[in-house]
T-cell receptor, first 116, second 114 residues
Framework: ETGVTQTPRHLVMGMTNKKSLKCEQHLGHNAMYWYKQSAKKPLELMFV???????ENNSVPSRFSPECPNSSHLFLHLHTLQPEDSALYLCASSQDLRLAGDETQYFGPGTRLLVL | AQSVAQPEDQVNVAEGNPLTVKCTYSVSGNPYLFWYVQYPNRGLQFLLK????DNLVKGSYGFEAEFNKSQTSFHLKKPSALVSDSALYFC????????????WGLGTSLAVNP
């Protein structure tokens, strides 16, 4: 899992806190993704970036704010979260989405978030 | 609408026996199909994919999957299960057309008993 790293691995925060999740990929990819994984629910795509440009925002509440300063780094800024936002947040990367291909996604280990 | 179904929440198999984890899909065009595995407290790991060509795809850790267009299925198989194969398995599909979003199944928990 050294290809895609995520920090922190675990995070506990109150509803009034502000925190950030960090993702870094070492695979030379140009597309990066944020997913939310909750028990008994399908993997939920949150955001997609390709060459630092956001290409998808899957109706995510504004309390989640992504940032992609370059093709290797992706952040998810969190503020005034709700308890139902507790989940595993996964980052993934893939090849350039502008190119025809399979865009196999490679995942980081995730950040386990608990909102109290 | 595109969809993926993993009809079994859990599969139990004895070590050394063959295993099958089922996946069926629905897409409007030609499918790109993927299998991922998730071990406890870990992210998803890519196992194998079908894009085109041979219907039998071989992947990591001795796993393989067979694409069956008529049955719209892409079942994951392994001839001899190991206890270490116990994990959560996800099937995903995307339309080969312009929609590049992966559609994910709910996952199947595989338990391999010694």
């Amino acid at each position: 899992e050294t290809g895609v790293t995520q920090t922190p691995r675990h995070l506990v925060m109150g509803m009034t806190n502000k925190k950030s999740l960090k993702c870094e990929q070492h695979l030379g990819h140009n597309a990066m993704y944020w997913y939310k994984q909750s028990a008994k629910k399908p993997l939920e795509l949150m955001f997609v970036y390709n060459f630092k440009e956001q290409t998808e925002n899957n109706s995510v509440p504004s309390r989640f704010s992504p940032e992609c300063p370059n093709s290797s780094h992706l952040f998810l800024h969190l503020h005034t979260l709700q308890p139902e936002d507790s989940a595993l947040y996964l980052c993934a990367s893939s090849q350039d989405l502008r190119l025809a291909g399979d865009e196999t996604q490679y995942f980081g280990p995730g950040t386990r978030l608990l909102v109290l | 609408a595109q969809s993926v179904a993993q009809p079994e929440d859990q599969v139990n198999v004895a070590e050394g026996n063959p295993l099958t984890v089922k996946c069926t899909y629905s897409v409007s065009g030609n499918p790109y199909l993927f299998w991922y595995v998730q071990y406890p407290n870990r992210g998803l790991q890519f196992l194998l994919k079908y894009i085109t060509g041979d219907n039998l795809v071989k992947g990591s850790y001795g796993f393989e999957a067979e694409f069956n267009k008529s049955q719209t299925s892409f079942h994951l198989k392994k001839p001899s299960a190991l206890v270490s194969d116990s994990a959560l398995y996800f099937c995903a599909v995307r339309d080969a057309g312009n929609n590049r979003k992966l559609i994910w199944g709910l996952g199947t928990s595989l338990a391999v008993n010694p």
